[in-house]
């Protein structure tokens, strides 16, 4: 399913990508103040590497929006991994929520609707892809 302005995704991506650890912080922040259910997910998590491996991921699946045959396997690793963190499938929408009003914070004036829509397709992707691997692995 293609459904996402490529172009618009890389683009609003590297208007954050200077403010990467800001906007890692706004996203925990939001996510914990909002989902603070999911705190205990994160009991003995090192932040500053769990931003970079945040913002890194993103990084990758902004990289390769356009090639399916490489962002699968990526999408099917971290499912997977998450499966071992605990994650569970309806948590996949905290996150989604709180990228979502992360990246409209980084990118204010810019966050318009033909914006939201693309990060909302792509977040959406990213969601059911790594759900179905984290189901494969516990199926």
Not at 2 to 18: G, H
Not at 29 to 41: C, S
Not at 83 to 104: D, I, K, N, W
Request: glycine share 4%.
């Amino acid at each position: 399913r293609n459904i996402m302005n490529i172009e618009l995704l890389r683009s609003t991506f590297e208007r954050v990508r200077p403010v990467a650890d800001e906007a890692a912080k706004n996203f925990y922040g939001h996510m914990f103040k909002v989902y603070p259910q999911v705190k205990p997910l994160f009991a003995d998590t090192d932040f500053t590497e769990q931003r970079q491996k945040l913002m890194a991921s993103v990084a990758a699946v902004v990289t390769l929006a356009d090639k399916p045959d490489e962002l699968g396997p990526v999408l099917e690793q971290m499912g997977r991994s998450h499966q071992g963190y605990g994650v569970e499938p309806h948590q996949y929408a905290y996150v989604s929520a709180s990228m979502m009003a992360t990246l409209a914070d980084a990118l204010g004036d810019d966050w318009t609707p033909e914006v939201a829509s693309t990060w909302s397709n792509a977040l959406a992707l990213v969601s059911e892809r790594m759900i179905e691997a984290q189901a494969a692995c516990s199926a």
